[in-house]
């Protein structure tokens, strides 16, 4: 079992940047994939991107492809995402989640047992 929490949220203006991070206890996290996901109001919870427990193979959804980059840090049970060139239109909640697999990351909701709590973005315009 994981247990995941985020930070790194907050308020930025459109074109800014920010590092969320994802600490995860447990002496396994590196053999579990793990992913980042967001919830705006209103809406589903939605695939950002996920990186496999080696880190040699990352996933993006198309929104976040070529500005937010998915990274871990086995040795420090971390898991970042790097966002640049944030819009109004990523203000969301965010969450991290982990799962077990022998290979890749799973890319939906459904495919992950464990979440943190999530952190706030905000993006004014």
């Known amino acids: 079992q994981v247990q995941l929490v985020e930070s790194g949220g907050g308020l930025v203006q459109a074109g800014d940047s920010l590092r969320l991070s994802c600490a995860a206890s447990?002496?396994?996290?590196?053999?579990?994939?793990m992913g980042w996901f967001r919830q705006a109001p209103g809406q589903e919870r939605e695939f950002v991107a996920a990186?496999?427990?080696?880190?040699?193979?990352?996933y993006y959804a198309a929104s976040a492809k070529g500005r937010f980059t998915i990274s871990r840090d086995n040795a420090k049970n971390t898991v970042y995402l790097q966002m640049n060139s944030l819009k109004p239109e990523d203000t969301a909640v965010y969450y991290c989640?982990?799962?077990?697999?022998?290979?890749?990351?799973?890319?939906?909701?459904?495919?992950?047992?464990?979440w943190g709590q999530g952190t706030q973005v905000t993006v004014s315009s």
């Open positions: 989640a982990a799962e077990q697999v022998r290979a890749g990351a799973p890319t939906t909701r459904t495919e992950y047992d464990y």
């Open positions: 447990g002496r396994t996290f590196s053999s579990y994939a």
């Open positions: 990186i496999s427990w080696s880190g040699r193979s990352t």
